[in-house]
Nanobody
């Protein structure tokens, strides 16, 4: 499993960023792919995921309504559009995938259910 994340950076509060995650190395009928984040001194938390089979999307309450996850199947790439960014969104963002489980399971179970991680990309939101 290879996940290549990109797109982090520094942005002012209220601004937008788009993260990308290019996936390769696995062919499965059913998997969840999406994003965790980890702020300094805090646990890694799941924030947004998409399901391979039906494209259903799921979000943590902290980002719902501001972040949008999408996918481009031709490019095997998942995107996270982040709007109305807040200083508390500052974190390292990790792309991740879990095989054979639905997004809500990943959101509730957390990092222990993940089968593959991408490298982190830093997102910094200044006030």
């Amino acid at each position: 499993v290879q996940l290549q994340a990109s797109g982090g950076g520094v942005v002012q509060a209220g601004g937008s960023l788009r993260l990308s995650c290019a996936a390769s190395g696995f062919i499965l009928d059913s998997y969840t792919i999406g994003w965790f984040r980890q702020a300094p001194g805090k646990e890694r938390e799941g924030i947004s995921f998409i399901f391979s089979t039906d494209g259903s999307t799921h979000y943590a309450s902290s980002v719902k309504g501001r972040f949008t996850i999408s996918r481009d199947n031709d490019k095997n790439t998942v995107y996270l559009q982040m709007n109305s960014l807040k200083p508390e969104d500052t974190a390292v963002y990790y792309c991740a995938t879990a095989f054979g489980v639905y997004p809500t399971v990943v959101l509730t179970t957390g990092p222990s259910i993940v089968d593959g991680w991408g490298q982190g990309t830093q997102v910094t939101v200044s006030s």
